[in-house]
């Protein structure tokens, strides 16, 4: 099994900064993409940045290119997401997913059903 833990999640005004992390454990050798997605009440979870194994392949939605950058830590088993320039549309609960290989590559890297693990999430708030 594998396990993710997000944190960093908060309240902030527009224009001010998070780094949300997630730290990942249990049956983890296989993992080779890891994402973020987000969702807000009554709408459909939607993906935000992706990575895969080695760190050479990301990407990252038209919405937050530019803003934020997904990264990972693998010393110390820890994916993060320095989201920089937040807007009040980036309000959220933030989620941390996984799997060990996902068939059709990039083409299905924001596909919520392609992961078959997920954290508990994080809520990021942005408001004046």
């Known amino acids: 099994q594998v396990q993710l833990v997000e944190s960093g999640g908060g309240s902030v005004q527009p224009g001010g900064s998070l780094r949300l992390s997630c730290v990942y454990s249990?049956?983890?050798?296989?993992?080779?993409?890891m994402a973020w997605f987000r969702q807000v009440p009554g709408k459909e979870r939607e993906g935000v940045a992706a990575?895969?194994?080695?760190?050479?392949?990301?990407t990252h939605a038209d919405s937050v290119r530019g803003r934020f950058t997904i990264s990972q830590d693998k010393a110390k088993n820890t994916l993060n997401l320095q989201m920089n320039s937040l807007k009040p549309e980036d309000t959220a609960i933030y989620y941390c997913?996984?799997?060990?290989?996902?068939?059709?590559?990039?083409?299905?890297?924001?596909?919520?059903?392609?992961?078959?693990?997920w954290g508990q999430g994080t809520q990021v708030t942005v408001s004046s």
């Open positions: 990575i895969y194994s080695g760190g050479k392949t990301k």
């Open positions: 997913a996984a799997e060990g290989m996902i068939l059709g590559g990039l083409s299905r890297a924001f596909d919520q059903s392609a992961y078959s693990y």
């Open positions: 249990g049956a983890t050798s296989n993992i080779n993409v």
